[in-house]
């Protein structure tokens, strides 16, 4: 089937701006992730659903950021007024049960750049 | 604090040439290590993970947790080896880690 999608592949705002980011995961995926990537670093955790359960948002760099999923289908990322430093790549990454074992599937990205 | 650390930005190597992408990691409990992959307008993806002690594409790595390493191998680069590589550890559950990453480019 389709793999990981996410939308809109590029967004620009300006500071100050809200931002939703989406992601579709591959379908029966409980697991469901959200990294950000700014330009030459690594991955960066953000938050982690897994299933029904309450979400692991530890990785979220301020209250500004917040993320939703229903059940296991479609997550939302929302930056509220956003910052210069906001600007990165966020991506999206879906796995079958979300054990250490399991296999991440990354979505193509939305790049994200703040003005 | 736990960490991956690739210290190389970019390696560039000729075709049939070894190829060594170093990965290097700060965890006091029992590792998991990873691979991923992005190949230029592709999806970040798996290559490899230290549990499986498998070769993918020719490619090798191997755990070494006195020197806390996990350095990636392969005898002979191709040039379709030319990608981002990232190294990624996880610290049980499913918190990864990743490395900044190292660009590979092979040359012809």
Redesign the interface.
């Given at each position: 089937g389709a793999?990981?999608s996410q939308s809109p592949s590029n967004k620009v705002t300006e500071k100050g701006k809200d931002v939703e980011l989406r992601c579709d995961p591959i379908s029966g995926h409980t697991?469901l992730?959200w990294?950000r990537q700014r330009l030459?670093?690594?991955?960066?955790?953000l938050i982690?659903f897994?299933g029904n359960s309450a979400p692991?948002k530890?990785?979220l760099p301020s209250d500004r950021f917040s993320a939703e999923r229903t059940g296991e289908s479609v997550s939302t990322l929302t930056i509220q007024r956003t910052q210069q430093e906001d600007s990165a790549v966020y991506?999206c990454a879906s796995s079958r049960q979300?054990?250490?074992?399991d296999?991440?599937?990354?979505?193509?990205?939305t790049r994200l750049t703040v003005l | 604090a736990q960490r991956v650390t690739q210290p190389e930005k970019l390696l560039s190597v000729f075709k049939g040439a070894p190829v060594e992408l170093k990965c290097n990691y700060s965890y006091s409990g029992s590792p998991e290590l990873f691979w991923y992959v992005q190949y230029s307008r592709q999806r970040l993806q798996l290559l490899l993970r230290h549990i499986s002690r498998e070769s993918i594409k020719g490619f090798t790595a191997d755990l070494n947790k006195g020197e806390t390493s996990f350095h990636l191998k392969k005898p002979f680069a191709q040039e379709e080896d030319s990608a981002m590589y990232y190294c990624a550890l996880r610290t049980g559950g499913f918190k990864t880690i990743f490395g900044a990453g190292t660009r590979l480019f092979v040359k012809a």
């Open positions: 793999g990981v697991a992730y990294y030459g670093q690594g991955l960066e955790f982690y897994q692991d530890s990785g991506l979300g054990s250490s074992t296999t991440q599937y990354f979505g193509p990205g | -």
